[in-house]
C-alpha cells in the first residue's frame, strides 16, 4: 500500500512544481501586458503635464481641477476623463512595481485577484508555459509544491499507513 502511495505522491508532487513553475513565467507575461497598456498611458499623462506647465499650471492636477469647473459640459467631461487616466496612470505604475519587485506569492496573490480577472483573461490568451529562469523562482515554486504536496497527502498517509487499521487489514485476511 506504501508504495502506491508513494507514487501517489510523486505525481501529486510533478503535477504541482509543473503547475506552480507556470506562475512566475504568467506573471512576466502580465507585466508585459501591463507595460505596454502603461507606455500609452503615460505618454498621454506627459501631455497633460506638458500642456499644464505651458499654460502655468502648477501641475495635471491643478490644470484639470480648473477643467472640471468649466462652464462647458464638453470641457468638464473630458477633465472627468483626465481624472480617470490620472487614476489609471497610479494604479499602473503600483501594478509594476508589484510585478516586478514583489515574491512569487506577492506576484500570484495580485493576478489571482479576482478585480483583474480580465486581465488574467486576456494575458491568458497568449500564454505560453515553460520553466522559470531565475532561481528565486524555482526555488519558491519548488517549496510551494512541496509544502502543498505534503499537505495534500498527508490525510492519505495518515488513513492509510495507521497502524491500527494495517493490522486490522492484515487480521481480516487471515
Given at each position: 500500500?506504501?508504495?502506491?502511495i508513494?507514487?501517489?505522491?510523486?505525481?501529486?508532487?510533478?503535477?504541482?512544481?509543473?503547475?506552480?513553475?507556470q506562475?512566475?513565467?504568467?506573471?512576466d507575461?502580465?507585466?508585459?501586458?501591463?507595460?505596454?497598456?502603461?507606455?500609452?498611458?503615460?505618454?498621454?499623462?506627459?501631455?497633460?503635464?506638458?500642456?499644464?506647465?505651458?499654460?502655468?499650471?502648477t501641475?495635471?492636477?491643478?490644470?484639470?481641477?480648473?477643467?472640471?469647473?468649466?462652464?462647458?459640459?464638453?470641457?468638464?467631461?473630458?477633465?472627468?476623463?483626465?481624472?480617470?487616466?490620472?487614476?489609471?496612470?497610479?494604479?499602473?505604475?503600483?501594478?509594476?512595481?508589484?510585478?516586478?519587485?514583489?515574491?512569487?506569492?506577492?506576484?500570484?496573490?495580485?493576478?489571482?485577484?479576482?478585480?483583474?480577472?480580465?486581465?488574467?483573461?486576456?494575458?491568458?490568451?497568449?500564454?505560453?508555459?515553460?520553466?522559470?529562469?531565475?532561481?528565486?523562482?524555482?526555488?519558491?515554486?519548488?517549496?510551494?509544491?512541496?509544502?502543498?504536496?505534503?499537505?495534500?497527502?498527508?490525510?492519505?498517509?495518515?488513513?492509510?499507513?495507521?497502524?491500527?487499521?494495517?493490522?486490522?487489514?492484515?487480521?481480516?485476511?487471515?
Amino acid at each position: 500500500m506504501n508504495f502506491i502511495i508513494n507514487i501517489f505522491d510523486k505525481i501529486v508532487f510533478g503535477a504541482l512544481l509543473l503547475l506552480f513553475f507556470q506562475v512566475p513565467i504568467l506573471a512576466d507575461h502580465y507585466l508585459q501586458y501591463v507595460s505596454g497598456y502603461f507606455a500609452a498611458i503615460e505618454s498621454q499623462v506627459e501631455g497633460f503635464k506638458e500642456n499644464a506647465a505651458k499654460h502655468h499650471y502648477t501641475d495635471a492636477y491643478a490644470m484639470i481641477n480648473d477643467l472640471r469647473t468649466n462652464s462647458n459640459s464638453v470641457v468638464r467631461t473630458d477633465a472627468e476623463q483626465k481624472v480617470q487616466t490620472m487614476h489609471e496612470y497610479e494604479e499602473l505604475k503600483k501594478t509594476i512595481t508589484t510585478l516586478q519587485n514583489g515574491n512569487i506569492y506577492q506576484r500570484a496573490w495580485f493576478m489571482f485577484n479576482p478585480a483583474r480577472w480580465d486581465t488574467l483573461k486576456k494575458v491568458g490568451e497568449n500564454f505560453k508555459p515553460g520553466i522559470p529562469l531565475s532561481l528565486n523562482d524555482i526555488g519558491f515554486s519548488i517549496l510551494t509544491a512541496l509544502i502543498l504536496s505534503v499537505l495534500l497527502m498527508w490525510p492519505f498517509r495518515l488513513l492509510l499507513t495507521n497502524p491500527r487499521r494495517t493490522k486490522h487489514y492484515a487480521n481480516s485476511l487471515r
